[in-house]
């Protein structure tokens, strides 16, 4: 689900999860041990890219369907267990974004220290009020950190996705690069990050940064209860299904 390939004291991990890097119960476990890893990992630094045509396409909807009730309950926490390994690992984190990241890859993009996408037709946004979810509180406050409230407000009410252009407007990407030129661009910001400041300046400057953010995870961890509530009525009242049939134009059987 994650392929590991280091360029000297930058780990390179590449989501590679089906066609689109949708986010299950199984890929985001694997993030989030991937990340924890890291901690303790002579890595100093990490880029984190997708296979295909995607950096990822978030959330499979299709296995959210099927599971229901019974998979939003596992399925949530391993969520927003994923975006907190990555937004809360000290080191320098580089996302690589090569193609669409939607939804909950857009929050896993822009987990990341800096930001870089290709210049291809990749979309990248948060469309989850359209497709009948709320935001777990993790994803709202990576966004915040991320891009501020205003550009958050936008985005989350926005409900749309952006061409890697407008996405440097909002601050959800920091430069936008060639193609073939976006693997070698994020192992080199990755690399610069950790040699060009002393990692333990790095990591406190980091935390700094994101603490309140953090803070505001675990204060409002009591929300976790509705959101649960709001997922699993979506995956049965027909709204996400509908949604998901007019997007990929297949009604489901």
Not at 174 to 194: I, S, T
Not at 238 to 249: E, I, P, Q, R, S
Request: glycine share 10%; net charge negative.
């Amino acid at each position: 689900m994650i392929e590991r390939e280091d360029d000297g004291e930058v780990a390179v991990l590449r989501l590679a999860h089906g066609p689109v890097n949708a986010m299950d119960l199984q890929l985001c476990r694997a993030v989030a041990e991937h990340f924890r890893a890291l901690v303790t990992d002579a890595a100093q630094a990490v880029v984190l890219t997708g296979s295909g045509r995607c950096f990822s396409a978030g959330v499979d909807l299709h296995r959210y369907l099927d599971g229901g009730a019974a998979y939003v309950e596992r399925f949530l926490p391993a969520l927003s267990d994923a975006f907190r390994s990555v937004f809360e690992l000290t080191k320098p984190v580089v996302s690589a974004v090569n193609g669409h990241a939607i939804a909950g890859g857009c929050v896993l993009a822009a987990a990341a220290d800096r930001t870089l996408m290709s210049d291809g037709g990749g979309r990248i946004g948060v469309p989850e009020l359209v497709v009948g979810v709320p935001f777990p509180r993790t994803a709202t406050e990576v966004l915040r950190h991320a891009v501020g409230d205003v550009a958050t407000r936008r985005l989350v009410m926005g409900a749309r996705t952006h061409t890697a252009a407008d996405a440097v407007g909002f601050g959800l990407v920091d430069e936008v690069v060639p193609a073939g030129e976006l693997h070698g661009r994020a192992v080199a910001a990755a690399r610069a990050l950790a040699t060009d400041i002393p990692p333990d300046t790095f990591a406190a400057t980091k935390t700094q940064l994101r603490r309140e953010h953090v803070e505001r995870m675990d204060r409002y961890a009591d929300e976790a209860d509705g959101v649960a509530t709001l997922w699993a009525r979506r995956a049965t009242d027909g709204w996400t299904a509908d949604y998901l049939a007019k997007a990929t134009g297949k009604a489901r059987s």
